[in-house]
């Protein structure tokens, strides 16, 4: 769905929640307590933050109240539903990625309250999904630039390094990792290839050679980029094109992120890559992921720190 159909389709606040409880019950409302259908209807008066339609349990033992919006990241939302349907379908149409002043200028809406909306939908955009067939791999470093000549190098506890994997025609994985040795790559490989994997190619770093030689035994390729950067099928080339485009985005359109938020903003970009040609479904698939996902309280966002990207 295309920003244009969401204004079109969802001018009020009660369109959404027609939407949204269409998507959570298409076989009609049900208790989120106890699973009874029994249930019935309290019709309360217009306010701010409240939801107007409430639901009550007829289930003897039960009897609890709920709206179409418990449980889910939209409970007791201050953000009209309009307005993240909005920001939904702005975040999913940007390749590139939108940023929260951005949003903030769309929205009307202050900075802190964009940047939280914003943080809440890439949590929805975490993929789990193993990958398996013909794997890229490489890793790339998200500094910017080395430090200017006479400027002292400060050490940073933490490396902004992301392990990319990548299908060759399928899915892409984004990974921040604390370093680029092998005891803190290895495992991350592990975990996101399938050891059914058809062939894992990567370049000639000792890293790769030394864990995928041992752990994926016979179905690891290198090419060395000193001599060539392709040689027939083996070449690292569909993942140095997903970190351009992932630096292009986080470059051009943030600046700059902090390395405590980085795994949001890979998974943003991996959600969207992975849907390229599927615009349409992508507001409907990011809006159901909303609803099952669990509440990310600001406190835990900031936790240790403050608002920054």
């Known amino acids: 769905m295309k920003l244009i159909d969401v204004t079109a389709k969802f001018k009020t606040d009660t369109d959404c929640l027609d939407y ?17 259908v029994s249930v019935s209807t309290i019709n309360r008066t ?7 339609r409430i639901y009550q349990c007829l289930e003897k033992g039960c009897g609890k109240q709920f709206s179409a919006t418990s449980g889910t990241i939209f409970n007791d939302t201050h953000l009209p539903l309009t307005k ?7 975040i999913c149409e940007a390749k590139k990625g939108m940023s929260a002043c951005q949003l903030q200028r769309h929205l ?11 943080h809440r939908i890439r949590e929805a955009m975490k993929d789990g999904s193993i990958l398996s067939g013909e794997v890229e791999a490489d890793e790339t ?3 910017r630039r080395k430090p200017r000549k006479g400027r002292p190098y400060v050490k940073k506890d933490k490396k902004d390094v992301v392990l990319g994997m990548i299908e060759r025609g399928g899915k892409l994985r984004l990974i921040p990792v604390n370093d680029a040795k092998m005891e803190i790559i290895g495992p991350v490989l592990s975990e996101h290839i399938s050891p059914e994997v058809e062939t894992i190619y990567t370049d000639s770093a000792a890293t790769y ?54 795994g949001r903003y890979c998974d943003e970009f991996s959600y969207r890559f992975n849907r390229r040609g599927e615009q349409l479904q992508m507001f ?20 240790n720190g403050n608002v920054k990207c």
Request: proline share 2%; net charge positive.
């Open 284 to 303: 409907d698939g990011t809006l159901r992921s909303l609803l099952h996902r669990d509440v990310l309280p600001f406190k835990t966002l900031i936790a």
């Open 141 to 143: 470093y998200m500094s």
């Open 20 to 36: 949204i409880q269409a998507m959570r019950w298409p076989n009609g409302v049900g208790c989120i307590h106890c699973g009874s």
């Open 209 to 262: 050679a030394i864990y995928l030689g041992k752990h994926f035994s016979g179905k690891h390729k290198t090419i060395n980029h000193i001599q060539s950067y392709a040689e027939g099928k083996t070449h690292t080339q569909h993942i140095e094109n997903a970190f351009s485009l992932l630096k292009r985005g986080v470059y051009g359109t943030f600046h700059k992120v902090s390395i405590k938020h980085l």
């Open 84 to 90: 993240w349907f909005i920001a939904i379908a702005l």
């Open 46 to 52: 217009a306010g701010k933050n409240k939801r107007m």
């Open 108 to 118: 009307g809406v202050n900075y802190r309250t964009a940047w939280y909306l914003a």
